[in-house]
C-alpha cells in the first residue's frame, strides 16, 4: 500500500539545523524543513475551518523564522515559533511519508487482455466501496468497464455523475457514435477507426471519455486499446531521439465543420516538469502538416513513424468487444482507442460518449477515503 499516513505513529522530535527530524514508529527517520511546517500550519489563525481557504500568505513567512521549541504532544507534533511565539500543532497524518499519485507504475500491453478491470452500475451506485474501487482501477490502470448500466438515452451522463460533471464542448453534453448517412467525422461511419485520442484540436483535451453501448454489431465493432504511456515509455528505450523530438515539436490539430473552426497545438508526447509522460496525442484525423523548420521536418515524421509502429503493434494492444449495457471508461490523455469496422447494411452499433474531468476523479477518490476509512485509493 502506498499510503501510510493513516496509521503513521510519531514517537520524537530533534532540531536537525533548517529542519525538524521526526522520528516513527515503524523505526523510520524523516526530515521537514522549518519553513515547509510553518507553512503548513493550520491553526484558526492561519486557515478557515469552514472554508479551509487560508488566511496566511506565504510570502508573509518571516525570513528570521525558527523554532523556539517543538515537542510530540498527545500524538501530534506541537511547535513554538520564534520570533512571534505562534503556535502550530500538526496531526502525525500531515507529515508521515507518503509517495505521490502516480498510475505510471502499472504500464501494460497484450497482457491486460484477460484483466480489464469490471464494475457493476448497480453496485458502485449504492457501495461507496464499489465506487472507490472502480474509480480507483480507472486512474491506476486508465480503462475500465462498468457493465449493467441502465440502456437509455443519456445514460452515460448518469455514469458521468456517480463521480463528477459532464465536460461539455461544441459537440453537446454527449455525441452518438452511430453510423450516419453524412458523417462530420469519421467515427460515425461504419469504418475501422485508427488508433487515436479524443480532442486534440482543443485545449485542455478532455481527461476522461466514458462510451456507452446500446446496441452493438454481431460482427466487428469491437474497440482496440493502447497505453499510451508505456508505448511512450517503449519508444524513449528503444529510440530516445525519436522520443525528445515528438516531445519537443508541437503537432497540429485541427477540427473545422459547420460552427467551429479548432485547432489547437500539443506535442505527441507531453511531458510534465519532471520528465515523466503526462498525456499523449494522436489522431489521424485532425492532425495537419507540421509546423516546423529545417531537418526538424524530417526528424517530426521519422518520430512519428517510429512511434506508430510501436502503438500499431499487437503486443501492445487490447482488444474489448462491448456488450449493450456496457461502458468503457478510459483516460483520454493516456489510453489510445480504435475501433474494428463493421457492417452497417445488416448491424446496427450505437455508443453514447460524453467526457468528464480528472480532478473530480480525484476528489471523489479523496473524499471517499474518508468516509470509508478506505486509504489505499485515496492517494
Ligand atoms: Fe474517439
Ligand atoms: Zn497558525
Redesign the pocket.
Known amino acids: 500500500m502506498l499510503w501510510l499516513a493513516m496509521d503513521a505513529k510519531l514517537l520524537a522530535v530533534e532540531p536537525a539545523g533548517d529542519r525538524l527530524r521526526l522520528r516513527w514508529a515503524d523505526g523510520r527517520a524523516t526530515e521537514r524543513h522549518v519553513v515547509w511546517l510553518r507553512d503548513g500550519?493550520?491553526?484558526?489563525?492561519?486557515?478557515d475551518g469552514f472554508s479551509s481557504q487560508r488566511h496566511?500568505n506565504t510570502a508573509d513567512i518571516p525570513d528570521d523564522l525558527a523554532v523556539r521549541s517543538a515537542k510530540v504532544e498527545h500524538g501530534d507534533l506541537a511547535i513554538v515559533w520564534d520570533p512571534d511565539g505562534?503556535?502550530?500543532r500538526y496531526a502525525p497524518q500531515a507529515l508521515a511519508p507518503r509517495e505521490l499519485p502516480n498510475g505510471r507504475s502499472n504500464l501494460w500491453g497484450a497482457d491486460l487482455r484477460a484483466r480489464v478491470p469490471r464494475a457493476s452500475f448497480t453496485e458502485v451506485s449504492r457501495d461507496d466501496r464499489a465506487l472507490a474501487r472502480w474509480l480507483g482501477d480507472l486512474r491506476d490502470l486508465g480503462v475500465t468497464v462498468l457493465g449493467d448500466t441502465p440502456n437509455a438515452d443519456g445514460q452515460v451522463e448518469r455514469v458521468a455523475e456517480l463521480y463528477g460533471y459532464v465536460h461539455e464542448g461544441n459537440d453537446g453534453r454527449h455525441f452518438e457514435v452511430v453510423s450516419s448517412s453524412k458523417p462530420t467525422n469519421f467515427a460515425y461511419t461504419p469504418k475501422t477507426l485508427a488508433l487515436h485520442t479524443d480532442r486534440p484540436f482543443v485545449d485542455p483535451v478532455p481527461g476522461v471519455q466514458l462510451l456507452h453501448c446500446l446496441a452493438q454489431s454481431a460482427e466487428g465493432g469491437e474497440n482496440m486499446l493502447v497505453d499510451g504511456f508505456n508505448v511512450a515509455e517503449k519508444l524513449r528505450r528503444a529510440d530516445a531521439p525519436a522520443f525528445a523530438t515528438l516531445a519537443r515539436i508541437r503537432a497540429t490539430f485541427r477540427n473545422r465543420y459547420d460552427q467551429v473552426d479548432l485547432m489547437a497545438r500539443h506535442p505527441v508526447i507531453q511531458l510534465g516538469h519532471d520528465g515523466r509522460v503526462d498525456a499523449v496525442h494522436i489522431n489521424d484525423r485532425a492532425m495537419r502538416p507540421v509546423e516546423a523548420e529545417g531537418a526538424d521536418v524530417p526528424a517530426f515524421y521519422r518520430a512519428y513513424r517510429t512511434f506508430f509502429a510501436l502503438v500499431r503493434d499487437p503486443a501492445n494492444q487490447i482488444t474489448v468487444k462491448l456488450r449493450p449495457g456496457d461502458v468503457l471508461v478510459f483516460d483520454n490523455r493516456r489510453v489510445l482507442h480504435g475501433r474494428a469496422g463493421y457492417d452497417a447494411s445488416t448491424s446496427h452499433r450505437h455508443l453514447q460518449g460524453c467526457y468528464t474531468d480528472w480532478c473530480y476523479v480525484e476528489s471523489k477518490l479523496r473524499m471517499l477515503a474518508v468516509e470509508i476509512g478506505d486509504w489505499s485509493n485515496g492517494r
Not at 41 to 47: E, G, K, L, N, R
Open positions: 500550519c493550520t491553526c484558526d489563525a492561519c486557515v496566511l505562534h503556535e502550530s
